[in-house]
Nanobody
């Protein structure tokens, strides 16, 4: 499975971005999809994930200002981020996993940079 993330850019604090991640080479509906991010000097961290059936999960730092969604017909997962803060500046990665009961994610995209200025 190949994952191609897009939609990053430079945004002012309080603004919004919509990230997209298009998958190819696999059966998209079989995969749990997630967004991670890695800020400069920090470890990669989970932002949000969505199950095969569409159940959403968010980390506390984006809860209430973020929406993850998937379009199985387009093999694409989205991340809408609102109320952006400078601390949201990071490279955002999408990931996919189709293995039951195995920790971690099987496939990773290259990431898209979101820069939030104050």
């Amino acid at each position: 499975v190949q994952l191609q993330a897009s939609g990053g850019g430079s945004v002012q604090a309080g603004g919004s971005v919509r990230l997209s991640c298009a998958a190819s080479g696999g059966t998209f509906s079989r995969y749990v999809m997630a967004w991670f991010r890695q800020a400069p000097g920090k470890e990669r961290e989970l932002v949000a994930m969505i199950t095969k059936l569409g159940t959403e999960y968010y980390k506390d730092f984006v809860k209430g200002r973020s929406t993850i969604s998937r379009d199985n017909a387009k093999s694409t997962v989205y991340l809408q981020l609102n109320g952006l803060k400078p601390e949201d500046t990071a490279v955002y990665y999408c990931a996919a996993d189709g293995r039951p009961d195995v920790p971690g994610y099987e496939f990773w995209g290259h990431g898209t940079l979101v820069t939030v200025s104050s």
